[in-house]
């Protein structure tokens, strides 16, 4: 869901003003994720690892559709690799010197497969090192920032669930699953809520280039629905969950997939 253009800094929006910081959204699921959240008047910083432009484009399209001016931005863009912990610190103060408050919600969308897809016993250790700094190290976000009432949930890619030479990312997907129950369960007493959203296959460039015609077929013959997943059916769950009416989900792993896997 896009931002509507001509929207009013004054609109009553359930998010009005919030700031929220979304990782991995220069496309596909990540940028619906970004625009949704805009649309429903949330402040972005968005970050991007490599691909500037496409990060640029999500950012020009948020502020193109508010009444802005270059001092009152709606959203800014960062570069940072979340396998750093240092310039996952420097991300929440980027998001606290643009919009002068502290990060309200947390969506860190990861997922790295390796296009070669190895089997496991031909992935080599770099393989497997470079999938879970990615992914396992994104998953501490958490820990960055414990304000009362933070709301973070993690967006992990499980299409391909199963497939041979997806070890190292299925592996590293299934941590991250458990790391958010026992996250939740260590914030305790902070109010944070902590989630996981586990995405069966979606209709974007990643997983069409990476899964096989037959794979493809497999999945549209198994959907009750008959279609594969699109970001905004990722976009509408990560809404509710870091909305206020989201407050009493917290340690779950949600599966969205369309009943594929069921």
């Known amino acids: 869901m896009a931002a509507t253009a001509g929207h009013s800094l004054s609109s009553n929006l359930p998010f009005q003003d919030r700031v929220a910081i979304v990782t991995g959204c220069s496309h596909g699921v990540g940028k619906a994720i970004a625009l949704h959240l805009a649309s ?3 402040k972005l910083v968005i970050n991007y690892v490599s691909n500037s432009t496409l990060a640029q484009e999500v950012i020009d399209e948020i502020n ?3 009444s802005v001016t270059s001092s009152s931005l709606r959203a800014i863009v960062v570069q940072v690799d979340v396998s750093d912990p ?15 408050d502290q990060a309200h919600f947390l969506i860190v969308y990861v997922g790295i ?18 999938t879970l700094n990615v992914i396992l190290k994104a998953r501490s976000f958490a820990y960055e920032r414990q304000q009362i009432g933070f709301k973070e949930t993690v967006v992990a890619p499980s299409g391909l669930q199963d497939a041979p030479g997806c070890g190292a990312h299925l592996a590293s997907t299934a941590s991250v699953e458990e790391m958010t129950k026992i996250i939740a369960k260590e914030l305790n007493e902070t109010k944070i809520t902590a989630n996981c959203v586990g995405s069966g296959p979606i209709v974007i460039g990643s997983f069409l280039s990476l899964a096989s015609e037959e794979m493809v077929e497999m999945c549209l013959n198994r959907s009750p629905l008959l279609r594969l997943g699109e970001p905004k059916d990722i976009a509408a769950v990560v809404g509710i969950l870091v909305s206020d009416e989201g407050e009493w989900v917290n340690g779950q792993v949600i599966s969205i997939h369309g009943g594929l896997w069921s």
Not at 86 to 100: G, L, P, R, Y
Not at 120 to 127: D, F
């Open 113 to 130: 497969v390796d296009p070669t897809f190895p089997s496991i016993a031909n992935t080599i250790v770099e393989g497997f090192e470079k």
């Open 86 to 100: 240092s310039q996952v610190k420097a991300i929440f103060d980027v998001a606290k010197n643009a919009f002068e």
């Open 40 to 42: 429903l008047g949330t």
């Open 64 to 66: 193109s559709s508010w």
